[in-house]
């Protein structure tokens, strides 16, 4: 399971260059969710996503991580393989799927 | 204490209306109980009357105590509306006027009033003040989600190294992205509106 916390409880900006202390999305997806992402598909298991325990969110930072990884591996893929978790934000599993199909 | 001398007040006007009225009865009518009139009483009529008076409270207080509740809970709903509306709007006032977009408060300030708006429309459906799935309250979810986003996906501000015309378009794009969000929430306050109203009616 990839906790986003562990990351970062301040999720940030989209892009790395905005700043070193930006915890951007372009950094997580760099460092934390392709990684998981392709170990997840070589091992053919789910990868989850947990989005709690942070400060919140923004739609660049989610946009940018899966829409992202979606634009990189295809959308149908993204969808399948990840399975999120927002006790705290339920609602936002929907956005996310959303992001990751119009990605 | 208003309650009981509106009580008193009433009390006091029917015994002088009533003194006044057996004067007139006496005085102009001739009507007479003979003392000697004798009654019977059925002991299963007392029985009756009894279970009647003990029925009629049973009812009046189980009635008042349901009425009682169900009003305090629409009154705790339609409060948390009102407040979230005020809530709302001077988080989003701060927000534009300190030029907040895509930043941490931005984000945590929005998890907090989408988780909390979230929270009333679920206690309105499950207190059955508004339906499942209600257009409304849905399309009042959505517009939120709409302000999160306009808020949170805004163009970067332009800075000194960048060319006047990008620049322009940057600036641009930031008053567009504003005058959608003042749009936005002239919406949402009108949705908020309904959705108490809805919840007044019921």
Known sequence: ?103 | MHKYVKLGLATLVGIIAGFYLCILIKKYTVLTIDPTVSFEINPLEIFTMLATILLTIYVARTIGKANDLEKSEKEMIAHNLTDFKKEFCSKINSMLEQNEFDSVLTNSNFKILRKRIDAIVSLAVDYKFVPNNDPQSNELLNKIRDVWELFTNTPRTANGRTTAAVRNDINRLRLEQISKINMAVIEIEKLLFQLTMKVHRR
């Open chain 1, 1 to 103: 399971m990839l906790f986003v916390k562990t990351f970062s409880i301040t999720p940030g900006s989209r892009y790395k260059e905005e700043g070193k202390k930006a915890h951007s999305g372009e950094e997580f997806r760099e460092k934390f969710l392709e990684p998981n992402f392709s170990t997840a598909e070589k091992n053919n298991i789910k990868l989850i996503v947990n989005l709690d325990g942070t400060i919140g969110y923004g739609t660049s930072w989610l946009e940018e991580v899966f829409g992202g990884l979606a634009r990189k591996f295809g959308n149908d893929k993204v969808l399948n393989r990840i399975k999120f978790i927002s006790e705290e934000e339920p609602y936002l599993v929907e956005d996310i799927k959303q992001y990751i199909k119009d990605a």
